[in-house]
């Protein structure tokens, strides 16, 4: 008995799926675990970059965030706005956790500005990174909110709002001595350059 046309497509179409879910199952057989600690709010709302991209918070790398990657060397970058850049070199063994305890150090270099304004953020996502003037400043969470701005000095600076598998937000914006100034955007899926939108270069 001859099996009709739209059946043979069913069975095809579940056969794709059970063939893709075995090979997504055998993929994560493979992978490992990098666990990251934190032991202050400094360092879960750090920004973390994994092979120059930049994947996350600290805070949020975990549950259905966590950070499964190929087995073999990997760089961790861990950034801060005044603290200096943790940087380590990992091994990753397939199907292992390796738990990485993460401690910010204070950047004596940085120097903060007796008068300041204030950048307020409304982003969607808000767990994306946010550079001004090419640095890392922190995630959107943190300038979002009642009493939550990014203080910076007076005067013209760039804004670069990005997160992967999203299109860059950019602007330039120039401010007044204590004026208060509120940006409201929402990125735009899309794929973006990994690199060099989410890597600082000093």
């Known amino acids: 008995m001859a099996v009709p046309n739209?059946?043979?497509?069913l069975l095809v179409a579940l056969w794709i799926v059970l063939f893709l879910g075995d090979?997504?199952?055998?993929?994560?057989?493979?992978?490992?675990?990098v666990r990251f600690v934190g032991p202050s709010k400094v360092e879960k709302t750090s920004g973390v970059w994994i092979?120059?991209?930049y994947v996350g918070y600290l805070g949020e790398l975990k549950d259905d965030k966590k950070m499964l990657l190929l087995p073999g060397e990997h760089v961790i970058a861990v950034r801060q706005s005044g603290y200096m850049d943790f940087i380590r070199n990992v091994v990753v063994e397939p199907n292992k956790r390796l738990t990485l305890t993460v401690k910010m150090e204070r950047?004596?270099?940085?120097?903060?500005?007796?008068v300041t304004s204030e950048v307020k953020l409304q982003v969607t996502p808000d767990r994306a990174a946010v550079f001004l003037d090419g640095g890392f400043v922190g995630n959107v969470h943190e300038f979002t909110g009642v009493g939550?701005?990014?203080?910076?000095?007076?005067g013209k600076h760039r804004i670069k709002i990005a997160l992967p598998g999203y299109q860059t937000f950019e602007t330039e914006i120039t401010l007044l001595p204590k004026q208060k100034f509120k940006i409201e955007t929402e990125l735009a899926k899309g794929s973006i350059t990994q690199a060099d939108p989410l890597m600082r270069k000093e």
């Open 6 to 9: 739209k059946f043979k497509t």
């Open 23 to 33: 090979a997504s199952h055998a993929q994560n057989g493979v992978l490992g675990e």
């Open 51 to 53: 092979d120059g991209q």
């Open 107 to 114: 950047d004596l270099r940085v120097q903060f500005p007796n």
């Open 148 to 154: 939550r701005a990014m203080l910076v000095s007076p």
